[in-house]
């Protein structure tokens, strides 16, 4: 009987995915949560079969060319009646050649704000000077690059975060010994489709896999990172791996010699996403972490893990003492209501059968979810969008025995910022009209932190088994802590192209501790800024 039902779900699995539609594209979209935003309506359509969950989209995907476009030609003179310098400051690429056989356009790319913290009474400031480069050679090949130097003065909490963990959140490590922090962040791509069915991308970039703001699965939280991605579509079915080399500053040295540098961990990642109907979408997950080099040797990438269409699981067991962590999850959304989508994640790190269901909170069953709800034109607003969401991840999760398998880079997490041991939820309301954009976000999040020198589960670079219970452990355990953030945003787009604009800013956050009391900080800024890209700060 078992057989008798495996075959059907089998048969029906491959019968959904026949029902060939859509070819993979090629030219990626730079993922930004704020811009994605804009595609709503063609992304969450319950008249279609798009596959949501995997990022960046592609531009010239056939559910997307036309809203793309109409974004990029936003506020174009179609007349062609304005000046050289005021269509490349509002409208046009800085250099650009379009031929029959390729395209090639570049950008100067600025970041410039000045803000005030008044709770220390500090200036804040960012000064970036970066530039794009992409293009198409034919049909098949697109390529992309950008690079950014960066020097910065930032508010006391994310200057405590640069302190303790070398890295500008979602950026990248530098020189940090001073109040001013100097640092440089670059993100190359080639994109590759040699038929409608697969896409081969090799990269320095970032990747995120789910629907809502956060991902428990895979975000792009931390720094970018080396990847050979294959992404290929058949129907119904969209199937994705990565194979990724990551940086881990943090993690012990194997010798003292200067000219190895940092340790270096590989991921194998996996994601199957099915459009089963209309309305609802199941996506599956794995990914197997493991170290570069260990103290007995060199390791180098595993081939064992160089196969597409495999469970992992089995091949990181074939070795009775391996080092390697894997983790398995699920992704689903449903799409409810028209411009309603309710969706979910779910990521299992690690667990024993027996433990699971006793309810007498062992540490090793650690898992992560999220759940949430996100539509567009809401009360029937155009371009009004909404999220709301809940998140969480038991203690210890998205560590291991030992760091370099940890799920991390760049001494940042793979998933979610706050790491592990915490429960969050967060609201996020976006709008748009015209060249004007607001956002408004707020979020609570509750977490423990560890005390007395002992690991209560939050941190993802620290030795799992170095707990100081067994049993009875429980989201929030340690220093219980509370965090309020909230932040709005108003910007006037000046070139759709590469997204200048004018950008106003405020952000109230407050973290309270029950050992040594609140912090707060509460900040105002003014910028010129410009590109496509998420640099996280709400934590």
């Not at 530039?131 to 003065?153: I, L």
């Not at 996100?374 to 909404?386: A, H, M, P, Q, T």
């Not at 707020?442 to 799992?464: E, H, I, M, P, W």
């Not at 989201?475 to 590469?498: D, I, M, R, W």
Request: positive net charge; aromatic residues 16%; proline residues 3%.
């Amino acid at each position: 009987m078992r057989k008798l039902t495996f075959l059907i779900c089998s048969l029906q699995f491959l019968y959904t995915a026949s029902k060939a539609q859509d070819s993979t594209a090629n030219n990626v979209i730079p993922y930004s949560y704020s811009f994605y935003q804009k595609l709503n309506s063609q992304v969450y359509d319950r008249n279609s079969r798009f596959h949501s969950a995997i990022k960046g989209f592609y531009s010239d995907d056939s559910m997307l060319v036309n809203r793309y476009q109409s974004l990029m030609r936003l506020g174009t003179d179609s007349l062609n009646k304005r000046s050289w310098l005021r269509r490349k400051v509002t409208e046009e690429h800085l250099f650009q050649v379009r031929t029959p056989e390729y395209t090639v356009y570049a950008d100067f790319l600025p970041d410039f704000q000045i803000g005030k913290e008044f709770n220390e009474s500090k200036t804040t400031w960012k000064n970036t000077r970066g530039y794009q480069v992409g293009g198409t050679m034919g049909k098949k090949f697109s390529f992309y690059t950008n690079a950014y130097e960066n020097q910065g003065v930032f508010a006391n909490y994310i200057t405590e975060f640069i302190d303790s963990n070398k890295v500008v959140p979602s950026e990248m490590s530098g020189k940090f010994t001073g109040k001013t922090k100097d640092w440089a962040y670059v993100t190359a791509l080639l994109s590759f489709t040699p038929s409608k069915y697969i896409n081969i991308a090799l990269g320095y970039d970032k990747n995120f896999i789910g629907d809502g703001y956060r991902s428990m699965l895979l975000s792009d939280v931390a720094a970018n990172y080396s990847f050979l991605r294959l992404r290929a579509s058949l129907g119904n079915v969209q199937y994705q791996t990565i194979f990724a080399y990551m940086l881990d500053p943090g993690a012990p040295k194997l010798t003292s010699d200067r000219r190895l540098g940092d340790r270096a961990k590989w991921n194998a990642i996996q994601y199957l996403d099915w459009n089963v109907n209309n309305r609802l979408s199941l996506g599956f997950f794995q990914a197997v972490t493991w170290a570069d080099a260990e103290p007995e040797g060199k390791r180098g990438f595993d081939f064992n893990y160089v196969h597409p269409f495999v469970f992992l699981r089995p091949i990181e067991g074939s070795n009775g003492e391996s080092p390697d962590k894997l983790r398995i999850g699920l992704n689903t959304k449903y799409e409810l209501l028209e411009k309603t989508t309710i969706y979910g994640q779910f990521m299992f790190d690690e667990f024993t059968a027996k433990e699971i269901f006793a309810g007498n909170g062992y540490w090793a069953n650690k898992w992560a979810a999220q759940i949430g709800v996100r539509g567009s034109d809401l009360f029937k607003v155009e371009s009004l969008n909404y999220l709301l969401e809940f998140n969480t991840a038991r203690p210890y999760t998205y560590a291991h025995y030992q760091r370099i398998s940890g799920y991390s880079g760049m001494n940042q997490p793979l998933a979610h910022p706050l790491g592990a041991n915490f429960r969050e939820f967060l609201g996020i309301l976006n709008y748009s009209y015209r060249r004007f954009d607001f956002q408004g976000q707020g979020t609570y999040a509750r977490y423990g932190l560890d005390k007395d020198n002992l690991n209560y589960g939050k941190s993802v670079f620290l030795d799992n088994y170095a707990h100081p219970n067994d049993y009875g452990n429980k989201v929030g355990q340690g220093v219980k802590t509370n965090l309020y953030f909230a932040e709005l945003k108003a910007s006037y787009l000046l070139n759709p192209k590469y997204n200048l604009r004018l950008e106003v800013g405020g952000v109230y956050r407050r973290e309270s501790r029950e050992d040594i009391g609140a912090k707060n900080t509460q900040l105002i800024t003014f910028g010129l800024r410009s590109t496509f890209r998420n640099l996280y700060q709400d934590f």
